[in-house]
Protein backbone atom coordinates (compact mmCIF):
# COMPACT_ATOMS: atom_id res chain seq x y z
CA UNK A 1 0.00 0.00 0.00
CA UNK A 2 3.14 2.45 0.67
CA UNK A 3 5.18 1.69 -2.27
CA UNK A 4 1.64 2.37 -4.24
CA UNK A 5 0.83 5.84 -2.62
CA UNK A 6 4.66 6.70 -2.98
CA UNK A 7 4.55 5.60 -6.47
CA UNK A 8 1.30 7.54 -6.96
CA UNK A 9 2.88 11.00 -5.27
CA UNK A 10 6.22 10.36 -7.71
CA UNK A 11 3.65 10.54 -10.77
CA UNK A 12 1.96 13.49 -9.38
CA UNK A 13 5.53 15.28 -8.65
CA UNK A 14 5.94 14.85 -12.82
CA UNK A 15 2.75 15.86 -13.80
CA UNK A 16 3.24 18.97 -11.69
CA UNK A 17 6.83 19.63 -13.35
CA UNK A 18 5.37 19.22 -16.33
CA UNK A 19 2.16 20.73 -16.13
CA UNK A 20 4.10 24.11 -15.10
CA UNK A 21 6.50 23.73 -17.90
CA UNK A 22 3.58 24.05 -20.64
CA UNK A 23 0.77 25.64 -18.47
CA UNK A 24 -1.06 22.44 -17.62
CA UNK A 25 -2.74 21.12 -14.75
CA UNK A 26 -1.05 17.59 -14.94
CA UNK A 27 -4.57 16.37 -15.79
CA UNK A 28 -2.99 14.61 -18.94
CA UNK A 29 -0.57 12.33 -16.92
CA UNK A 30 -2.87 12.34 -13.17
CA UNK A 31 -6.01 10.68 -15.44
CA UNK A 32 -3.74 7.95 -17.55
CA UNK A 33 -2.07 6.90 -14.45
CA UNK A 34 -5.05 6.57 -12.26
CA UNK A 35 -6.73 4.80 -14.89
CA UNK A 36 -4.12 2.37 -16.73
CA UNK A 37 -2.43 1.77 -13.49
CA UNK A 38 -4.72 1.85 -10.32
CA UNK A 39 -7.54 0.83 -12.03
CA UNK A 40 -9.36 3.88 -10.68
CA UNK A 41 -12.98 4.59 -12.36
CA UNK A 42 -12.46 7.64 -14.59
CA UNK A 43 -15.00 9.73 -13.25
CA UNK A 44 -13.18 9.37 -9.59
CA UNK A 45 -9.70 9.77 -11.56
CA UNK A 46 -11.25 13.28 -13.49
CA UNK A 47 -11.95 13.76 -10.26
CA UNK A 48 -9.06 13.82 -8.43
CA UNK A 49 -6.95 15.62 -11.40
CA UNK A 50 -9.46 18.20 -11.03
CA UNK A 51 -8.21 18.81 -7.11
CA UNK A 52 -4.42 17.90 -8.32
CA UNK A 53 -5.31 20.81 -10.62
CA UNK A 54 -6.65 23.45 -8.46
CA UNK A 55 -3.53 22.58 -6.15
CA UNK A 56 -0.76 23.20 -8.90
CA UNK A 57 -2.52 26.27 -9.86
CA UNK A 58 -2.16 27.69 -6.19
CA UNK A 59 1.54 26.63 -5.99
CA UNK A 60 2.87 27.73 -9.78
CA UNK A 61 0.83 30.83 -10.81
CA UNK A 62 2.74 33.23 -8.14
CA UNK A 63 5.39 32.54 -9.44
CA UNK A 64 4.90 33.36 -12.89
CA UNK A 65 3.15 36.64 -11.46
CA UNK A 66 6.38 37.71 -9.31
CA UNK A 67 8.62 37.01 -12.88
CA UNK A 68 5.75 39.63 -14.55
CA UNK A 69 5.19 36.80 -17.26
CA UNK A 70 1.19 36.35 -16.31
CA UNK A 71 -1.05 38.16 -18.30
CA UNK A 72 -3.52 39.08 -15.68
CA UNK A 73 -6.03 41.37 -17.69
CA UNK A 74 -5.95 38.63 -20.48
CA UNK A 75 -6.26 35.45 -17.87
CA UNK A 76 -9.41 37.36 -15.93
CA UNK A 77 -11.28 38.03 -19.45
CA UNK A 78 -10.89 34.32 -20.32
CA UNK A 79 -11.72 32.88 -17.23
CA UNK A 80 -15.26 34.04 -17.56
CA UNK A 81 -15.47 31.96 -20.64
CA UNK A 82 -13.64 29.07 -19.08
CA UNK A 83 -15.73 28.94 -15.84
CA UNK A 84 -19.33 28.93 -17.61
CA UNK A 85 -17.74 25.88 -20.01
CA UNK A 86 -16.47 24.34 -17.15
CA UNK A 87 -19.83 24.02 -15.21
CA UNK A 88 -21.03 22.85 -18.76
CA UNK A 89 -18.71 20.13 -18.70
CA UNK A 90 -19.29 18.82 -15.79
CA UNK A 91 -22.85 18.13 -16.42
CA UNK A 92 -22.23 16.30 -19.10
CA UNK A 93 -18.99 14.24 -18.05
CA UNK A 94 -21.09 12.87 -15.06
CA UNK A 95 -24.28 11.36 -18.04
CA UNK A 96 -21.71 9.97 -20.12
CA UNK A 97 -19.76 6.36 -20.20
CA UNK A 98 -16.44 6.48 -18.61
CA UNK A 99 -15.28 4.99 -22.24
CA UNK A 100 -16.30 7.53 -24.47
CA UNK A 101 -14.80 10.29 -21.89
CA UNK A 102 -11.55 8.10 -21.96
CA UNK A 103 -11.79 8.63 -26.50
CA UNK A 104 -12.54 12.01 -26.19
CA UNK A 105 -9.40 12.84 -23.93
CA UNK A 106 -7.58 10.74 -26.01
CA UNK A 107 -8.45 12.38 -29.20
CA UNK A 108 -8.05 15.93 -27.52
CA UNK A 109 -5.04 15.47 -26.43
CA UNK A 110 -3.52 14.39 -29.63
CA UNK A 111 -4.68 17.16 -31.26
CA UNK A 112 -2.84 18.94 -29.03
CA UNK A 113 0.20 17.41 -29.54
CA UNK A 114 0.13 17.24 -33.23
CA UNK A 115 -0.51 21.12 -33.09
CA UNK A 116 2.37 21.49 -30.69
CA UNK A 117 4.94 19.91 -32.78
CA UNK A 118 4.00 21.57 -35.74
CA UNK A 119 4.98 24.95 -34.27
CA UNK A 120 7.48 24.09 -31.90
CA UNK A 121 9.61 27.03 -33.57
CA UNK A 122 7.48 29.67 -34.10
CA UNK A 123 7.76 31.33 -30.39
CA UNK A 124 11.56 31.24 -30.41
CA UNK A 125 12.10 32.40 -34.38
CA UNK A 126 8.65 35.38 -35.25
CA UNK A 127 8.45 38.78 -33.81
CA UNK A 128 5.04 39.39 -31.90
CA UNK A 129 2.92 41.98 -33.31
CA UNK A 130 3.09 44.68 -31.10
CA UNK A 131 0.21 46.59 -32.11
CA UNK A 132 -3.83 46.32 -31.70
CA UNK A 133 -5.65 46.28 -35.42
CA UNK A 134 -7.39 49.34 -35.44
CA UNK A 135 -9.98 47.84 -37.46
CA UNK A 136 -11.46 45.40 -35.05
CA UNK A 137 -13.14 47.27 -32.51
CA UNK A 138 -13.36 44.80 -29.80
CA UNK A 139 -9.57 43.99 -29.94
CA UNK A 140 -9.27 47.96 -29.39
CA UNK A 141 -11.76 48.30 -26.59
CA UNK A 142 -10.28 45.88 -24.62
CA UNK A 143 -7.09 46.70 -25.33
CA UNK A 144 -4.47 44.52 -24.14
CA UNK A 145 -0.80 44.79 -24.55
CA UNK A 146 1.99 44.32 -22.57
CA UNK A 147 5.90 43.08 -22.63
CA UNK A 148 7.88 40.55 -20.70
CA UNK A 149 11.37 39.46 -19.89
CA UNK A 150 12.35 35.82 -21.57
CA UNK A 151 15.06 34.88 -19.90
CA UNK A 152 16.45 31.95 -22.14
CA UNK A 153 16.01 34.78 -25.52
CA UNK A 154 17.85 37.15 -23.09
CA UNK A 155 15.73 39.84 -24.63
CA UNK A 156 12.21 41.76 -23.44
CA UNK A 157 9.56 40.90 -25.81
CA UNK A 158 6.47 42.99 -26.77
CA UNK A 159 3.18 41.93 -27.70
CA UNK A 160 -0.52 42.95 -28.34
CA UNK A 161 -3.48 40.25 -27.97
CA UNK A 162 -5.08 39.80 -31.16
CA UNK A 163 -8.68 38.14 -31.73
CA UNK A 164 -10.57 38.61 -28.27
CA UNK A 165 -13.28 36.97 -30.00
CA UNK A 166 -11.98 33.78 -31.26
CA UNK A 167 -10.13 32.97 -28.29
CA UNK A 168 -13.06 33.66 -25.54
CA UNK A 169 -14.72 31.03 -28.01
CA UNK A 170 -12.10 28.51 -27.82
CA UNK A 171 -11.54 29.15 -23.52
CA UNK A 172 -15.53 28.44 -23.51
CA UNK A 173 -14.72 25.20 -25.47
CA UNK A 174 -11.69 24.78 -22.96
CA UNK A 175 -13.95 24.88 -20.13
CA UNK A 176 -15.70 22.27 -21.33
CA UNK A 177 -12.90 20.34 -21.62
CA UNK A 178 -12.24 20.86 -18.31
CA UNK A 179 -15.23 19.63 -16.71
CA UNK A 180 -15.50 17.37 -18.94
CA UNK A 181 -11.86 15.47 -18.42
CA UNK A 182 -10.31 16.90 -15.62
CA UNK A 183 -7.49 18.60 -17.40
CA UNK A 184 -8.11 21.89 -16.34
CA UNK A 185 -8.67 23.04 -20.04
CA UNK A 186 -5.03 24.26 -20.02
CA UNK A 187 -3.75 22.29 -23.44
CA UNK A 188 -6.41 24.24 -25.15
CA UNK A 189 -6.07 27.38 -23.41
CA UNK A 190 -2.13 27.61 -23.84
CA UNK A 191 -2.88 26.83 -27.91
CA UNK A 192 -5.75 29.52 -28.15
CA UNK A 193 -3.64 31.96 -26.75
CA UNK A 194 -0.50 31.39 -28.74
CA UNK A 195 -2.05 30.72 -32.14
CA UNK A 196 -5.11 32.95 -32.08
CA UNK A 197 -4.75 35.56 -30.30
CA UNK A 198 -0.71 35.65 -30.84
CA UNK A 199 0.32 35.87 -27.50
CA UNK A 200 3.84 34.67 -26.78
CA UNK A 201 4.56 30.80 -25.56
CA UNK A 202 5.57 31.91 -22.34
CA UNK A 203 3.28 34.23 -21.63
CA UNK A 204 0.47 31.72 -22.61
CA UNK A 205 1.67 29.06 -20.47
CA UNK A 206 1.97 31.42 -17.06
CA UNK A 207 -1.54 32.74 -17.72
CA UNK A 208 -3.16 29.84 -18.39
CA UNK A 209 -1.73 28.32 -14.66
CA UNK A 210 -3.20 31.53 -13.26
CA UNK A 211 -6.45 30.81 -14.55
CA UNK A 212 -6.77 26.99 -14.39
CA UNK A 213 -7.29 26.83 -10.53
CA UNK A 214 -10.58 28.93 -11.09
CA UNK A 215 -11.89 26.51 -14.12
CA UNK A 216 -11.40 23.70 -12.23
CA UNK A 217 -13.20 24.30 -8.94
CA UNK A 218 -16.05 25.53 -10.79
CA UNK A 219 -16.48 21.53 -11.82
CA UNK A 220 -14.82 20.12 -8.92
CA UNK A 221 -17.68 21.38 -6.84
CA UNK A 222 -20.16 18.94 -8.76
CA UNK A 223 -17.67 16.35 -8.96
CA UNK A 224 -17.66 16.68 -5.09
CA UNK A 225 -21.41 16.65 -4.13
CA UNK A 226 -21.76 13.35 -7.11
CA UNK A 227 -19.00 11.45 -4.49
CA UNK A 228 -16.91 11.02 -6.86
CA UNK A 229 -14.10 12.52 -5.03
CA UNK A 230 -11.68 9.54 -3.45
CA UNK A 231 -9.56 11.14 -0.60
CA UNK A 232 -7.37 7.99 -1.10
CA UNK A 233 -6.37 9.44 -4.31
CA UNK A 234 -6.66 12.92 -4.19
CA UNK A 235 -4.20 13.16 -0.65
CA UNK A 236 -0.82 11.96 -2.71
CA UNK A 237 -1.80 13.75 -5.93
CA UNK A 238 -2.46 16.89 -4.41
CA UNK A 239 1.21 17.20 -2.36
CA UNK A 240 2.80 15.67 -5.33
CA UNK A 241 1.65 18.11 -8.07
CA UNK A 242 2.26 21.08 -5.64
CA UNK A 243 6.15 19.73 -5.18
CA UNK A 244 6.57 19.48 -8.89
CA UNK A 245 4.46 22.60 -9.77
CA UNK A 246 6.55 24.76 -7.24
CA UNK A 247 9.59 23.49 -9.13
CA UNK A 248 8.80 23.79 -12.43
CA UNK A 249 7.46 27.29 -12.30
CA UNK A 250 10.70 28.43 -11.02
CA UNK A 251 12.83 26.84 -13.88
CA UNK A 252 10.40 27.22 -17.34
CA UNK A 253 11.91 30.73 -17.88
CA UNK A 254 14.87 29.27 -18.59
CA UNK A 255 13.83 27.03 -21.64
CA UNK A 256 13.16 27.72 -25.33
CA UNK A 257 9.64 27.63 -26.23
CA UNK A 258 10.97 24.89 -29.26
CA UNK A 259 11.88 22.57 -26.07
CA UNK A 260 9.16 22.80 -23.43
CA UNK A 261 6.79 22.00 -26.91
CA UNK A 262 8.69 18.94 -27.74
CA UNK A 263 8.54 17.66 -23.93
CA UNK A 264 4.92 18.41 -24.27
CA UNK A 265 4.08 16.44 -27.73
CA UNK A 266 6.41 13.63 -26.50
CA UNK A 267 4.47 13.09 -23.09
CA UNK A 268 1.11 13.67 -24.65
CA UNK A 269 1.37 12.13 -27.94
CA UNK A 270 2.07 8.47 -25.81
CA UNK A 271 -0.62 8.85 -23.26
CA UNK A 272 -3.53 10.41 -25.47
CA UNK A 273 -3.02 7.20 -27.59
CA UNK A 274 -2.71 4.90 -24.76
CA UNK A 275 -6.34 6.29 -23.96
CA UNK A 276 -7.90 5.84 -26.84
CA UNK A 277 -7.06 2.12 -26.90
CA UNK A 278 -8.23 1.90 -23.42
CA UNK A 279 -11.08 3.62 -24.32
CA UNK A 280 -12.38 1.34 -27.21
CA UNK A 281 -11.52 -1.47 -25.37
CA UNK A 282 -13.31 -0.78 -22.54
CA UNK A 283 -16.42 0.05 -24.89
CA UNK A 284 -16.33 -2.48 -27.63
CA UNK A 285 -15.54 -5.44 -24.56
CA UNK A 286 -12.16 -6.37 -26.65
CA UNK A 287 -8.44 -6.36 -25.30
CA UNK A 288 -6.40 -4.04 -27.38
CA UNK A 289 -3.20 -4.01 -25.15
Given amino acids: MFINILLLFLISVIAGLLGSLVGIGGGIIIVPALTLIYKVPIHN ?8 VIATSIA ?3 KYVEQEITNIKLGMFLEVFTTLGALMGALLALILHGWILSV ?11 YSYL ?18 KLENIIGIKDSYYDAALKKRIDYAVHNPLSGSFVSLLAGIGSGLLGIGGGIIKVSAMNSLMKVPMKVSVATSKFMIGVTAAASATLYFLSG ?26 R ?7 LIFTAIA ?15 LNINIF
Fill in 255 to 261: FKSKIIK
Fill in 269 to 283: GYLSIRMILKGLSDG
Fill in 119 to 136: TRSNDDLNEFNSELNPEK
Fill in 45 to 52: AIAASLIS
Fill in 104 to 114: IFGLLVFSMAV
Fill in 60 to 62: GAH
Fill in 228 to 253: SVDPHYVAPVALGTIAGATFGSSIMN
